[in-house]
C-alpha cells in the first residue's frame, strides 16, 4: 500500500521523505492554514512538490466549475508532481472529468458513501479519498466504506485508486491494508507510531546490556 503523508508541514514530510518511507503528500486547506502564517500558499506547495518524488494533492477552494477549473490549471502548473484535489459535489465531479481530459491527476476529496465514489471513477478520478475517522466520529463505519468501494471498483474495473484518508491511529492503517486500499494518507504523528513497538525496545535493551558484558567492539 502506498503511503502518503497527510500535512503540509515542511519539516515533517522532509523528515519521512529522507527516511524514504513516503510515497506521496496530501494537503488540504486547513492543513496549509496551520502552517502558512503570511505566506503565500502556493510558495509552500512548491516547496512541497520539491521535496517529494511523488504526487503532491493541492486542493481548490472555489465552489462553481468555473473557479475549480481556473484553481486547477493553477495549481497543476506549479509543479509536475501536484494532483488537483476538488470536493465531491457536482461541479467537483465536472471539474475532474475536464481537468483529467486536459491531462491533469485529481483526487477527488470528502467521499463519505460508495455511490459518491462509483461517480467519482466515472469522472476519470485519479484517487478518491474517503475519510474514514470522520465517518467513525459519527458512529458509523469508516473501513465498511473503503471494504464497499474495493468491491465496486474492482467489479467494474475502474483504475481510480482508493486514498483512505482521515486516518487516525495505527488500527485505521492495518484496516486500510486488510480491506485493499491502494494507498493510505496517514498525519506524521501516526506515521512514526508505526514503527514503535514495546517488544523492539526490551529486545534492544536485553541485547545491548548483554553486548556490554563482552566489553568488545565491532
Ligand atoms: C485527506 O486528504 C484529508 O487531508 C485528511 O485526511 C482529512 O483528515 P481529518 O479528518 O483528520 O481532517
Redesign the pocket.
Known sequence: MKIFL?TADLGEIRRAADAGLIDGI???P??VAKVAGKRDPKEIYLEICKAVNGPV?LEVVGLDLSTMLAEGRKLAAIHENAVV?VPLTEAGLKACKALVSEGHRVNV?LCFSVTQAHLAAKAGATYI?P?V??IDDIAGEGMGLIHQIRQVYDNYGFATEILA????HPVHVVEAMMMGADCC?I?PSVLWQLSKHPLTDKGLEAFLKDWEGLGAKI
Request: hydrophobic fraction near 20%; charge should be positive; aromatic fraction near 6%.
Open positions: 497527510d496530501t494537503t488540504n486547513s492543513l494533492s484535489k476529496t479519498s475519510f475517522g470522520r484518508a482521515s486516518i487516525r494518507t498525519p
